[in-house]
């Protein structure tokens, strides 16, 4: 059982990180050719509708992860039955969805327009609401198709929807390049990214059901009433806890808009296109460890599902250790060559950008846990607790430090509330200890990566910038420097050595 753990672990790993480096090229291109051809508001407007949907999305009620979890168990035991009936309730529950996120959206239309004002952007020629409207249509649709995919995504065949999703991103990327070149349209290059959306998801929905015929199935059992009323009562906790996670991820843009401008959106998403496309990377990686950590709470003992924990706070510990250090210390270069000087942002910003990936990526462990787990209800306020700190500390900061304490107030609301809290009742509900030793080993992590990033930055300080090739130089200057300090200092660790081994393991099955 945990050689076939680990072998679609390993599958769904390689194939959804390979398709998001991909993924990250393409993005890296068409952004170019978008700051070349079109205005910096259009970034802004870009950043700032992408906030507004995600708050739109708090009609999802986070009956994805509450339907999620309920299908391990059926999946484990192959229960067809089950599978088909908690299926049906997703695919009903989803179309109201759709229908209620259309209605709020189009009751936002009056707001829009307080949100940009036309003064800050001078260079936009498209009507905004027009332009809101097509991103409104691309989240109403997705909710049509996307219900399937959790399904094979529960069934630890990620890859699968990745392989998909690749293949409708490049064609997308291409035909936008081909759209910004020729005729500087952003409308036009809106609309045929939402038909090539729509139609990736189309296929892929057709694709899950061919692999899963049980679900054009028409008999279907009622689920029995108290199934049916735990899914309800985990999809009441998942209600309050989306709101409060969609405010906390949804507002930043918002706020900047307002207290600093549209045209600092813009520049700022450069950064944050850097670090999302890296940080998706490494969710496609991680994501790859979900289903199978939720089927090791469905089915193992507690000795087992910590041993699994630490070792996966160990792996997130080296890749965002790693990651957000070289972000810190090299992403200024990689700015300049890319788009230019003039896009660069102060190094406390950059600071302040990758403590939040930072401390997102140490909290992965314990939300993953606590979501497969089950818990809902008992994290049903950490959300709405962290929202409230983070907007709170946004606006005070902001006004303060500018855009980086917007961005600071995130990382310490993060820290406060999401580490404490989810650590509290993983460790106590998963494995009925305390979390002091979680939080010894966080401190340590963070303590590691602040001396190692130090050390990094001044060994490959003589480097200059003269090009892509000193930057290439750079990069693999300090990933050698970082790594092989990580490695004399965590050698003994027994987490160390257990990644180390499955490594070894697969490199030689793989030859």
């Known amino acids: 059982m945990q050689t076939s753990r680990i072998n679609k672990v390993t599958k769904n790993a390689t194939v959804s990180s390979v398709c998001k480096v991909i993924d990250l090229i393409l993005n890296f291109i068409v952004r170019t050719l978008f ?56 695919k009903v529950a989803y179309r109201i969805i759709a229908t209620v996120v259309l209605i ?26 027009v332009i809101y409207l097509i991103y409104l249509f691309n989240t109403v649709t997705s909710y049509f198709f996307t219900f399937k995919q959790t399904l094979i995504i529960a069934d630890q065949k ?30 036009l290059y809106l609309i045929i990214q939402s038909i090539i959306l729509l139609a990736g998801n189309y296929i892929l929905a057709k694709k899950i059901d061919r692999e899963y015929p049980i679900l054009k199935e028409k008999h279907i059992y009622k689920l029995e009433k108290n199934e049916l009323q735990e899914i309800i009562n985990n999809v009441r906790a998942m209600f309050v806890f989306k709101i409060g996670n969609v405010i906390f991820s949804g507002t930043d843009n918002i706020i900047i808009a307002k207290i600093v401008n549209i045209v600092t959106v813009g520049i700022a998403s450069q950064y944050t296109l850097i670090i999302n496309s890296i940080s998706s990377v490494i969710g496609q990686l991680l994501n790859a460890f979900t289903a199978s950590i939720g089927n090791i709470n469905a089915i193992e003992n507690d000795e087992h599902k910590e041993r699994v924990f630490y070792q996966v706070m160990f792996l997130c510990f080296w890749i965002y250790s790693f990651i957000c250090s070289g972000i810190f210390v090299c992403v200024d270069d990689l700015i300049v ?29 314990t939300y993953t846990y606590r979501i497969t787990f089950g818990l809902f209800r008992k994290a049903v306020y950490i959300p709405i607790l962290s929202s409230l700190i983070n907007v709170f500390l946004s606006i005070i900061l902001g006004k303060i430090f500018g855009l980086a304490g917007i961005y600071f107030a995130t990382a310490i609301a993060r820290i406060l509330v999401n580490n404490l809290i989810d650590s509290y009742l993983v460790t106590k509900c998963c494995f009925h200890k305390t979390a002091l030793k979680y939080h010894i080993l966080y401190i340590r992590y963070t303590v590691f990566t602040i001396i190692n990033t130090v050390i990094c930055a001044q060994m490959i300080s003589f480097l200059p910038l003269k090009g892509i090739f000193q930057f290439m130089l750079k990069i693999i200057l300090y990933t050698i420097a970082y790594n092989i300090v990580f490695v004399i200092c965590n050698y003994k660790d027994n987490n160390f050595k ?14």
């Open 498 to 511: 257990y990644i180390k081994s499955l490594v070894f393991k697969m490199f030689y099955k793989s030859n």
């Open 35 to 90: 700051i070349k051809y079109l205005s910096e508001e259009y970034l802004g407007i870009n950043g700032l509708f992408g906030n507004v949907l995600m708050l739109l999305s708090f009609a999802e009620l986070g009956i994805g992860n509450a339907i999620t979890y309920s299908l391990y168990k059926p999946i484990a035991n192959e229960d067809k039955e089950k599978i088909k009936s908690i299926m049906n309730l997703f």
């Open 337 to 365: 060559i890319w788009i230019g000087e003039k896009y660069l942002l102060s190094k406390w910003v950059i600071l302040a950008l990758v403590s939040v990936l930072f401390f997102d990526g140490l909290s992965f462990v």
């Open 158 to 187: 990620q890859y699968v929807v990745s392989i998909f999703s690749e293949i409708s991103s490049i064609i997308s990327a291409i035909v936008r390049c081909i759209v910004l070149v020729l005729t500087r349209n952003y409308l």
């Open 104 to 129: 709020i959206g189009f009751a936002l239309v009056p707001i829009i327009k307080w949100l940009i004002p036309i003064e800050q952007i001078p260079h936009v020629q498209e009507n905004i609401v």
